[in-house]
């Protein structure tokens, strides 16, 4: 499985963006797909997942604000962000896991691929 993360970029304060990861291969073992985020000096955290049934899971600091889709016929897992803050700068990685059950969804060892980042910056 390749995955192909797009669509960061620099965005001002309470502006949206909304990232895409295209994911190629086999994919009939994927039972979610995620994306995650670090920035310089922190551990990569989970942001948001979506699980083969459509079952979500965000982190508290983006609930309300992002959103996590998946578009099966296309293989692709989308995040739209909005109300982006300073906070939310960090580099973004979309990432598919074949055994992923709801204890293990926010574990970043749970994954099985990942895709390169997509630096997210948001600044005045």
């Known amino acids: 499985v390749q995955l192909q993360a797009s669509g960061g970029g620099l965005v001002q304060p309470g502006g949206s963006l909304r990232l895409s990861c295209a994911a190629s291969?086999?994919?009939?073992?994927?039972?979610?797909m995620g994306w995650y985020r670090q920035a310089p000096g922190k551990q990569r955290e989970l942001v948001a997942a979506?699980?083969?049934?459509?079952?979500?899971n965000y982190a508290d600091s983006v609930k309300g604000r992002f959103t996590i889709s998946r578009d099966y016929a296309k293989n692709t897992v989308y995040l739209q962000m909005n109300s982006l803050k300073p906070e939310d700068t960090a580099n973004y990685y979309c990432a598919a896991g074949t055994t992923i059950i709801t204890s293990t969804i926010r574990n970043p060892q749970g994954y099985n691929y990942w895709g390169q980042g997509t630096q997210v910056t948001v600044s005045s």
């Open positions: 979506i699980t083969s049934g459509d079952s979500t």
């Open positions: 291969g086999s994919m009939f073992r994927i039972n979610a």
